[in-house]
């Protein structure tokens, strides 16, 4: 039993109902040499050629991309504490105490994926809330979108925020009527924190290798990971793991990086670039706005249920360091909510295109709320949509009431920019939202009430994920000829199922470069 195994691992057939693509289905067999795609065709096309064949009762489709994730915050998130589906104040901070209780005397506690709107007093906490619940070392608590932070008093004291500290410019520090921080602090005012209490516990090499696993088990082939790379040494700490795991990676790691400056952007490149096969320096990441959720999107008219337009954090320095990322050989990709922010990333990408910049390099990340007139002017430019239809399972609640009746139809509006062409690229900002690219998927089907006429067929959303992503994120079309086998085996049929159908849809098997990834099926991906 010799050459059999290296044959197959050079060549084999996979069988299914179908083959199903965001072009359609194109037939129901694969046939991969050297773990790349080399035809496509029925079963019978293949007859007598004495390959082995992996037979499924199932589809066989693309491998999915998330073009959007934050894989280290992900693994953090998967150790740490969850505020998730809190109920109110006093659930909370059970939470808190009960969390602390498993970390070193004196370390911070973090917590993250705060709702407010979830919790029964409908409101954030303050530091007297966190006190009263841990008042002997730092707590800092963080909303889901990760715009909006909570300190105590002691995380307070360690950031140096007193009732005299001066917000930075693009974020703000809430004061009690008494003219006392509250513990909130907005966007860029979140970064007064010092950086160790961005995460409780130590994601280690093992520990994101076992996500990265995990996100294969998804059916999730490659992803955007956006990489922090700052100035102190703790915000060092994920390009070094990230150096680590290069050999070893499940799934195809493209790096974004989420820098301050052009050193750390050249480093990040370069570390990125060389470090493994799986592994590769995408670009540039950088803000201009917040959260709709946090009333920090950058809005053109007030929010409906607050009179304040958010915060443009847009500058020069977004431009610069977008330039660098070009010269190079990278990609921009700018955060952007709010209609506002959408018009200033436009005004960038038009500048960098008239300066000689690809299009196809430029991608604005979210795209929230989005008028038919911004939809024209994005399509004109061709830059790319990446978005997380997820969002709208979230945000179902509450995101009407927030921007308004009239701007309802503005919200996430997919079927608008597909119809004037514009790039979409599918995403999950996990973990702003659970990996499950096929919940996402059916979130973009269902809609969940909001702007209903914007919903896409099974076959465009999956599209979206894959051959929108892979754009995003410099792949070849997938499953094109000579395009890697990176492959997902799943119970459903993207083309007639129902969204909840996509929802449900069981993983069967993944394949990254021709080779299936062994997933251990009892691995966690997302925190009860
Ligand atoms: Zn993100």
Known sequence: MDAPQDDQALRKILAARAVSTGRGTIGDSILIVDGKVAA??????FDGSGIAVARYDATIIPGLRDAHTHPVAYTALLAGCSLKNATDMKDLQRRLVTFAKTLSDGQPVVATRLDDESLAERRLPTRIDLDAAIPDRPVVVYR???????????ALHASDVTSDTQAPSGGSIDYDPAGHPTGVLRETAM????????WSGNPDEASLLS???????????????????GEDPTERRELELWRGVAARLPIKVHGIASVETTTR??????VLSDAGPRLSWLGLKRFADGSLGGHTAAMHAPFADDPSMGILRLSEVDTNLARRSIELGGMVAIHAI???AVDGVLDVFEELIAE???PRDLRMEHVSVISPTQIRRFAELGVTAVVQPAFLASESEWVARRVGGDRV???YPFRSLLSFDAPVAGSSDCPVEPPQALWGMAAAMDRYGIAPDERLTGTEVLAMFTSGAARALREPEPLAIGSPADIAVIDAEPATASASQIRDAQVLDTYVDGVSVNVDRGLSVWPD
Do not use: Q
Request: glycine fraction near 16%.
């Open 40 to 45: 496509i065709g029925t079963l019978k096309d």
């Open 144 to 154: 889901y979108c990760g715009h909006v932070a909570v300190a105590n008093t002691a």
């Open 191 to 198: 970064g007064l924190i010092p950086p160790a209490f961005a």
């Open 211 to 229: 996500a990265l696993v995990g996100l294969a088990g998804l059916g999730i082939t490659s992803i955007g990971a956006m990489i922090g790379h």
């Open 265 to 270: 952007l050249e480093e990040a490149a370069s």
């Open 338 to 340: 709010g209609d506002r």
């Open 356 to 358: 000689g910049a690809d």
């Open 409 to 411: 139809p503005w919200l």
